[in-house]
């Protein structure tokens, strides 16, 4: 069955320094999500993208992230400079056209020290 | 409001038993309700969802029942098992097509 591939599924970085978390969408999606929860806290959506476009933001996705599909298969999610409150799991997901179903991937845990 | 509320944050139930969750919004444009259940360490993962077109739906031992006029919907899970044990989270899916999760629950089930 396909499913949301993500790596790394873990990285620790310092406080300040850039980080690139890479998603793989299921195959035949077109529509893509990046989540993130903090450790015993609820998921928070952060942005979603459509046809090479954001489609919508959240308060917490500031100018400090960025998103992009760089190719045909892979979608990223760019920090440029980690704080610590941006420890979290981050989760990828994805959902087909004319769906609504959105399916997550296992999730990149990063650590900012 | 934008929140969706879920109760309760903890459930214990003996092997055998039911088990309820339920979760309460405010969007009356909302109409997508998934719910997904959460492993340690593992990403949420979809295991029913209904349509506010209709007020109940089941898959063997799960069910999950809408009211849109009240504005809640409940997960049932039934004859429960010890790999059942996990968090659950509620979703509502609103006008832009992002979800808006509930703060989970933490269900165990005791052998």
């Known amino acids: 069955e396909p499913e949301v591939t993500q790596t790394p599924s873990h990285q620790v970085t310092q406080m300040g320094q850039e980080v690139i978390l890479r998603c793989v969408p299921i195959?035949?999606?077109?529509?893509f999500y990046w989540y993130r929860q903090i450790l015993g806290q609820k998921v928070e959506f952060l942005v979603s993208?459509?046809?090479?476009?954001?489609?919508?933001k959240s308060e917490i996705f500031d100018d400090q992230f960025s998103v992009e599909r760089p190719d045909g298969s892979n979608f990223t999610l760019k920090i440029r400079s980690t704080k610590l409150e941006d420890s979290a799991m981050y989760f990828c997901?994805?959902?087909?056209?004319?769906?609504?179903?959105?399916?997550f991937g296992p999730g990149t845990r990063l650590t900012v020290l | 409001g934008e929140n969706v509320e879920q109760h309760p944050s903890t459930l214990s139930v003996q092997e055998g038993d039911s088990a309820v969750i339920k979760c309460t919004y405010s969007?009356?444009?909302?109409?997508?309700f998934p719910w997904y259940k959460q492993e340690l360490g593992k990403g949420p993962q979809l295991i029913i969802d209904i349509r506010s077109n209709v007020g109940e739906k089941k898959d063997q031992r799960i069910a999950v029942t809408l009211n849109k006029t009240a504005k809640h919907f409940s997960l049932h899970i039934t004859e429960t098992q010890p790999e059942d044990s996990a968090v659950y989270f509620c979703?509502?899916?609103?006008?832009?097509?992002?979800?808006?999760f509930g703060s989970g629950t933490r269900l165990l089930v005791r052998p």
């Open positions: 993208f459509y046809n090479n476009e954001i489609s919508e």
């Open positions: 997901a994805s959902s087909a056209p004319l769906q609504l179903e959105q399916f």
């Open positions: 969007d009356s444009a909302s109409n997508y």
């Open positions: 979703a509502r899916m609103d006008s832009s097509y992002k979800l808006i």
């Open positions: 195959s035949n999606h077109l529509y």
